[in-house]
């Protein structure tokens, strides 16, 4: 199921008349999510009571979207039927075509040296403010978002489908989407988020040390992302972040992360392989062969997997 949802997904991704017509599965979840957050994110409650309502909206999402995954296999007529129908909704909920293609538009724009059209097209991908990005930091975001979102948006799906089919890979995406909505370190979310990001961190704790594994079996077993991936991964700011980034910024030998600009705050954050190069364009299409590469080793793993499973 899991094999037939990322080939659908590479194939045809989430076409634009389907967004149109019915939006799309992360959508609902955030509307969900959002709701929730309106209705009982108060700042006259207390923090551990912010903090317990916080958990039980992330409680309520995950069982919510697990329970229409696990209704959705169920109402399928036998075994064929309900791989075809999890692999068509799986496939809503990977986007590792959409990563790259977002990627390559700012590799595009860089090469072209269009700096406008590469803040542009770097603001569709990271959260930080595109207005103050020179071309290195526009590469370095870029590159940064290719290589957490690898993890995040491929890999720890992947990994929690094959774990625990339709159910297990769209209750990852819930809580990957409560933590981006509401796991931040603000005085908004600080209490009332702190349940979904420490749930993100656990669902993506194997899941981000797999991404560094690929990148570093992508790069040929290259013996500088290897040593990079673990002196640095601890060196950022999140606890499973850090180990597909190093591991990408030992393998493209540039330097990641640093200093970076959120709205009107800086974040001084250490370098991933502090000393290298910074990346330009030509470093942003490598990290997408890397990419490339990094997928194709996933895809024949799934492959091995899927034909010990039939038997074969």
């Known amino acids: 199921m899991v094999l ?22 992360v959508v609902w979840i955030g509307a ?25 909206v992330t409680i309520v999402v995950v069982s919510i979207t697990w329970s229409i995954a696990t209704l959705a296999v169920a109402l399928a007529q036998g075994p064929l039927a309900e791989v075809v129908v999890g692999a068509v909704i799986g496939a809503s909920l990977l986007a590792s075509r959409s990563l790259h293609e977002h990627v390559a538009a700012v590799a595009v724009a860089l090469k ?93 704790w194997i899941p981000a040390r797999i991404t560094a594994a690929l990148f570093v079996l992508a790069a040929k077993i290259s013996a500088t992302a290897w040593q990079v991936m673990w002196r640095d991964s601890s060196h950022h700011r999140s606890v499973n972040a850090g180990w597909p980034e190093a591991a990408m910024a030992g393998a493209l030998q540039i330097r990641l992360s640093g200093p970076r600009q959120y709205a009107d705050t800086v974040a001084v954050e250490p370098w991933l392989n502090e000393g290298a190069e910074d990346p330009d364009a030509a470093a942003v299409e490598r990290a997408l062969r890397l990419y490339v590469r990094a997928m194709g080793i996933a895809m024949v793993l799934l492959i091995i997997i899927a034909l010990l499973q039939a038997g074969l």
């Open 32 to 56: 969900l999510i959002s709701g929730l957050e309106r209705l009982l994110n108060r700042e006259v409650h207390s923090r551990r009571r912010q903090w317990l309502l916080g958990a039980m």
């Open 112 to 204: 072209a040296g269009d700096l406008s059209r590469s803040r542009s097209a770097v603001a569709h991908i990271v959260g930080r403010d595109p207005s103050q990005l020179d071309e290195p930091a526009i590469a370095r975001a870029a590159i940064e978002s290719l290589a957490e979102n690898t993890s995040d948006g491929v890999v720890a799906p992947l990994f929690w489908g094959v774990l625990l089919g339709l159910p297990g890979l769209a209750a990852y995406k819930a809580i990957n989407t409560l933590d981006s909505m509401i796991g931040h370190r603000n005085a908004r979310y600080e209490c009332f988020g702190k349940c979904a990001a420490r749930l993100d961190d656990a669902v993506n």
């Open 4 to 25: 037939l949802a990322w080939m659908i997904e590479l194939a045809v991704g989430w076409p634009d008349a389907m967004y149109r017509w019915i939006r799309h599965p």
